[in-house]
């Protein structure tokens, strides 16, 4: 089934430790997005990528870094976890990064740093 | 600065209509999406705007203004599987989408 898979589904981590999130699409989209979503508050962009090779900052990259290596993965690494971290991450993707570009989302991974 | 104001919780009994509001003010204007978002489950595209007017799909339709910066969400017929969050999200002049925090929409039998 063409989509996005995202692991692991949710995270239990200590403060200071090293987690990598995983995103894999196999619909040959071009661009791919992270983003967090906390309560009471819209989605917020981490890092968007809009060709492999490519990376850019949204608007809370702090304590984030991305790569792209290639067209299909875009995972999502916390250097070292604090607990503002703790939150439900989506990973997106659309074809291209144009105006009418539709995001199909991944099921996300929900992580709490404690 | 860039903002998406929508309410935070609307009421509805099931059959009935219900309209969601959407106002924004951002720099520049690339289109205005529509998702819907199940509890515990990703965002789904419902809609997309980009000039002025309504656009009907089945029992949804969504309508953009560009000069009052305002769109709704109109829900037809409203059944029990409506009952989720409805994110307004606008493409700024970046392409990037600033999201609004959703409106949560209770179906009530």
């Known amino acids: 089934i063409a989509g996005i898979t995202q692991a692991p589904t949710s995270q239990i981590l200590a403060a200071g430790r090293r987690m990598t999130l995983r995103c894999t699409q196999d619909?040959?989209?071009?661009?791919m997005y992270w983003y967090r979503q906390d309560l009471g508050l819209g989605l917020r962009l981490i890092h968007y990528?809009?060709?492999?090779?490519?990376?850019g900052k949204g608007e809370v990259p702090d304590g984030y870094s991305v790569s792209r290596a290639n067209t299909d993965d875009f995972p999502l690494t916390l250097a070292s976890a604090v607990p503002s971290q703790t939150s439900v991450y989506f990973c997106a993707s659309s074809l291209d990064n144009s105006g009418a570009n539709v995001l199909t989302f991944g099921a996300g991974s929900r992580l709490t740093v404690l | 600065g860039q903002n998406i104001d929508q309410p935070t919780e609307m009421t509805a009994t099931e059959g009935a209509i219900v309209q969601i509001n959407c106002t924004y003010q951002?720099?520049?204007?690339?289109?205005l999406f529509w998702y819907q978002q199940h509890a515990g489950e990703a965002p789904t595209f419902l809609s997309y705007?980009?000039l002025d007017g309504l656009e009907e799909k089945g029992r949804f339709s969504s309508f953009l203004s560009r000069s009052k910066g305002y769109s709704y969400l109109l829900l037809k017929e409203l059944q029990m599987k409506d009952s989720a969050s409805y994110l307004c999200?606008?493409?700024?002049?970046?392409?990037?989408?600033?999201w609004g925090a959703g409106t949560k929409l209770i179906i009530k039998p």
């Open positions: 705007n980009v």
């Open positions: 619909m040959r989209h071009n661009a």
């Open positions: 999200a606008v493409g700024d002049s970046n392409y990037q989408l600033i």
């Open positions: 990528s809009n060709t492999a090779g490519t990376t």
């Open positions: 951002t720099s520049g204007f690339n289109g």
